[in-house]
């Protein structure tokens, strides 16, 4: 009888074993069937961290640079220096449902879901692991789960919620609303955080998420949702945990708690990273191996009066520490900038990483509160937090804003510089915020994206849905204007 197994190889990460896939075969003898896995501590976990393994062992996927980079194209942050046709739709905002990223941005967060369903249900019947290990698996697991389905229902709008293994029901199973999608999201986070604990599992890298990871994604999925209130206390209380993380702020370059550090493997920002798992030739990250170049730089920031090039206020640290420079050979030269947070392009061949790939981050949980408060119209708690931003950065202080729009434009730039680059922000915040025109059917991308972009749509909010997903799944709707 045919049965998915969890095929274990090692891999580089946590010095465990890595649950490389699921495969739907006859049982070989190298191979551990599903109730096997639960059985013991260590296999237990090697099929948890393998998820995170298989995020980031290869270039262009969801969970490195496909999310940031497609995603930062489609707002106003970058574009792409070169003809190539998957890019060119994300920079035109004119995807087809055939577009292979937009396949992979879909197909590979379901892939980990299901996954991260399969560790929760076998942590869950198991009775031989330990407490601490099953309450750690199991509150990994619905951290994994709700961080997907955000991004899906982010990327795609409504979504279908998947809470289980089963297989049948789930490839035909309808579009939920997004409503119940992040009421899912927000119940998992609130269960990851009762289920982790402050310090980091294993070799207490920050590879593996903890509960602040968990409270800092549920002080987003509340912001997003228009609870400013419960996202307010999610990330205050992010921001009580200051003997664990800091905003890098020393002025001293040479300092580990100078700005140019922040991405550096488990700085004192990092909340959760993706470790680097394919070294070769001195490989750290896929987004600094992808975005640093040898040459001309690929991907740009965009430029013109209302380019992020040009939106970094004189004397920003951000801009010095976080911005490329390059002057091509032509006669004059042409000044290219790029995004710099990742520093290293290829290290030596051998030695070990020094930067690993940052997915959440301290600096976010200020970001956060300062938009709640201002939405909340407490203005100067707003502008307290904005200020602490900053102060980092090297800028004067902001003064109270004289009105909550006038709030929500300086929330609006701070996060532009601070995130630009960042799993997809930038675009995240252009779709989920109102228009400033009052036009209740419009976004703040209609009034951004609009002006920048000669077919800019309404409806290129979402994403199309990938026609393999249209293809297989006989309940499935596409997204409007597809």
Request: net charge neutral; aromatic share 10%.
């Amino acid at each position: 009888m045919k049965i998915i197994y969890y095929i274990l190889t090692v891999a580089v990460l946590s010095s465990a074993v890595s649950c490389k896939k699921y495969v739907d075969i006859e049982d070989p003898k190298d191979q551990l069937v599903t109730s096997s896995v639960f059985t013991t501590d260590a296999t237990a976990t090697a099929a948890m961290v393998g998820i995170y393994s298989d995020m980031n062992a290869f270039n262009y996927q969801f969970a490195n640079v496909l999310t940031s980079f497609t995603c930062a194209m489609a707002a106003d942050e970058f574009v792409y220096g070169s003809t190539l046709a998957n890019f060119d739709e994300f920079k035109n905002n004119a995807l087809t449902p055939g577009n292979t990223y937009v396949g992979l941005m879909w197909s590979t967060p379901y892939n980990f879901i299901y996954r991260a369903n399969a560790v929760i249900e076998g942590v869950t019947a198991s009775t031989t692991l330990t407490p601490a290990i099953k309450n750690q698996l199991l509150g990994e697991a619905k951290f994994v789960r709700a961080f997907c389905h955000f991004y899906l229902v982010n990327f795609f709008g409504d979504v279908p919620l998947i809470l289980n293994t089963d297989v049948l029901t789930n490839t035909s199973k309808a579009r939920t609303p997004k409503a119940e999608v992040y009421a899912s999201v927000i119940q998992d986070l609130k269960d990851a955080k009762q289920l982790l604990v402050l310090a980091y599992p294993g070799n207490a890298e920050r590879i593996r998420p903890n509960k602040t990871a968990a409270t800092l994604l549920l002080s987003r999925a509340y912001l997003y949702t228009g609870n400013n209130a419960l996202a307010e206390t999610e990330a205050t209380e992010v921001i009580a945990t200051t003997s664990q993380y800091s905003l890098l702020n020393n002025t001293d370059p040479n300092n580990a708690a100078h700005i140019s550090k922040v991405f550096l493997k488990n700085s004192n920002e990092a909340i959760w990273q993706l470790q680097v798992v394919n070294t070769l030739n001195g490989r750290n990250t896929w987004e600094g191996n992808t975005i640093i170049s040898t040459g001309v730089p690929l991907y740009r920031l965009t430029k013109g009066a209302l380019g992020l090039e040009n939106n970094f206020e004189a004397g920003d640290r951000r801009y010095t520490n976080w911005v490329g420079q390059y002057s091509s050979a032509a006669v004059p030269p042409v000044q290219h900038t790029f995004p710099f947070k990742y520093k290293v392009r290829l290290g030596t061949a051998g030695a070990a990483a020094t930067e690993y790939s940052m997915v959440l981050r301290f600096a976010e949980a200020y970001l956060i509160r300062a938009e709640a408060r201002a939405q909340s119209n407490r203005l100067g708690d707003a502008k307290d937090d904005l200020n602490i931003i900053r102060n980092r950065a090297g800028l004067a202080p902001l003064t109270t804003a004289a009105s909550q729009a006038i709030a929500m434009a300086q929330v609006e730039q701070e996060r532009r510089v601070e995130l630009f680059s960042e799993w997809g922000h930038r675009w995240f915040d252009l779709k989920r915020w109102k228009s400033t025109s009052g036009d209740a059917a419009k976004t703040r991308a209609d009034d951004v994206l609009s002006l920048t972009k000669t077919g800019w749509k309404s409806t290129a909010i979402w994403f199309p849905i990938p026609v393999e997903a249209m293809r297989t799944n006989p309940n499935m709707v596409q997204n409007p204007g597809y």
